[in-house]
């Protein structure tokens, strides 16, 4: 398939625009961005064009993958699905439920197949720790702390600059990558509890639908010293930890293109679909009502 690539921020520069330009199963077709001379600039380092114009880029294309913010995701999305391109999405797919139902509804109305990147669902250790656990089942709770360190004092990170990120806070950067773990094992969200912690740190406690209960501590603002994930499961078959990360996310957006391929030679939808992006805003969208009630939301 020719996919272009939308986006040339520090995730688009770092991460897609190399997995893309090396993929077997893509042929990289063009860069486009808000700047066209940013555009040009990216894809004359991978050798393809810079697009000024995103309607002729989705005309030559069959895909494409989003590097963008959740902000402007959306509405590029369903422009995409609209133009018949497959979507490469990245999380979360929008920072409120109607625009993210807007594009389930354009995947949909288009017959065009989606991928959210969740870059630990697509972990080679991760997924089949993951189907191992949701196979198993019999989790009594989940516990998963999810700790950056992005915007403390002396961070080096290249996302410090991101404007939603510090706007939004950990609940939508890190809170995808839990949820999106601990949906599959221990089953759909049905209340959520949330408390805010110091900074942008947030607790959250999550009652699923198969009467497990999990716990979550989201920050990105955690001092350099105490940062890190980790994710626990107690149950009838005693105690588990996910895999600790030890490839980058570049591995990690190979296997999510493959998933995208798949999905789209074979129309059947991936399990990190739009579809499942939509309902990770859902739960989201829940905690941030939590937060301003100051009690239980039912999702």
């Known amino acids: 398939m020719r996919i272009g690539l939308l986006g040339t921020g520090p995730w688009a520069a770092r991460v897609h625009a190399p997995v893309l330009a090396a993929h077997p199963s893509y042929e990289f077709a063009g860069v486009w961005a808000r700047r066209p001379e940013a555009a040009d600039a990216l894809g004359e380092a991978h050798g393809v064009p810079g697009y000024a114009d995103l309607d002729r880029l989705l005309s030559e294309v069959d895909a494409v993958s989003i590097a963008l913010p959740p ?5 590029l999305a369903v422009r995409a699905a609209e133009a018949g391109c ?3 999405l990245d999380k979360p797919v929008a920072l409120t439920v109607p625009d993210a139902r807007r594009v389930v509804r354009a995947t949909g109305a288009h017959g065009v197949a989606s991928v959210v990147f969740f870059t630990v669902r697509f972990g080679g250790e991760q997924i089949p720790w993951i189907e191992k656990q949701a196979a198993t089942g019999g989790w009594f709770t989940g516990r998963s702390d999810w700790l950056g360190s992005v915007f403390a004092p002396d961070s080096t990170s290249p996302y410090a600059a991101s404007p939603w990120r510090r706007e939004k806070g950990a609940l939508w950067d890190v809170g995808p990558h839990a949820l999106s773990v601990l949906l599959p094992v221990l089953g759909d969200v049905t209340l959520v509890t949330a408390v805010a912690g110091p900074l942008d740190t947030v607790h959250l406690v999550l009652r699923h639908a198969g009467g497990a209960s999990s716990t979550l501590a989201l920050s990105l603002t955690a001092p350099v010293a105490a940062g890190g994930t980790g994710m626990e499961l107690r149950g009838e078959s005693g105690v588990v930890h996910l895999p600790e990360r030890g490839e980058g996310p570049v591995a990690a957006l ?9 999905s789209a030679r074979t129309g059947e939808p991936h399990p990190c679909d739009a579809a499942f992006g939509l309902r990770t805003v859902e739960i989201l969208a829940a905690a941030e009502r939590s937060l301003a009630a100051g009690g239980p939301v039912e999702v």
């Open 254 to 262: 190979h296997r999510a293109l493959d998933a995208l391929a798949e």
């Open 86 to 88: 497959h979507l490469l």
């Open 71 to 75: 902000t402007v995701q959306a509405d």
